[in-house]
């Protein structure tokens, strides 16, 4: 079965600078790896209009890298 869907650009986020991007499975989290602010960001994604709420900001270390969603049995 293929499945077919368009994305559309809702907002940009302003003086970031993401180096790897994750949506977790059920598409209410958006997870960015920031260099320039030595964490990762978390979002919460709108499910009515898919807009992403301020971003919490969770320490990584000096240089957060690859980002991975693993569900954990």
Same mark, same amino acid.
């Given at each position: 079965?293929? $499945?077919?869907? *368009? !994305? ?6 302003? #003086? #970031?600078? %993401?180096?790897?991007? *994750?949506? /977790?499975? +059920?598409?209410? $989290?958006?997870?960015?790896? =920031?260099?320039? $602010? &030595?964490? *990762? !960001?978390?979002? &919460?994604? /709108?499910?009515? /209009?898919?807009? !992403? +709420? =301020?971003?919490?900001?969770? %320490? +990584?270390?000096? /240089? %957060?890298?690859?980002? +991975?969603? *693993?569900?954990?049995?």
């Amino acid at each position: 079965m293929l $499945f077919r869907s *368009v !994305l559309t650009m809702k907002q940009t986020l302003e #003086n #970031n600078d %993401p180096t790897q991007i *994750v949506v /977790d499975s +059920a598409g209410k $989290f958006l997870y960015a790896a =920031n260099t320039a $602010f &030595k964490g *990762v !960001l978390s979002y &919460k994604i /709108d499910q009515t /209009d898919g807009t !992403l +709420a =301020n971003p919490t900001n969770v %320490p +990584a270390g000096e /240089d %957060p890298g690859a980002l +991975a969603i *693993v569900k954990l049995q």
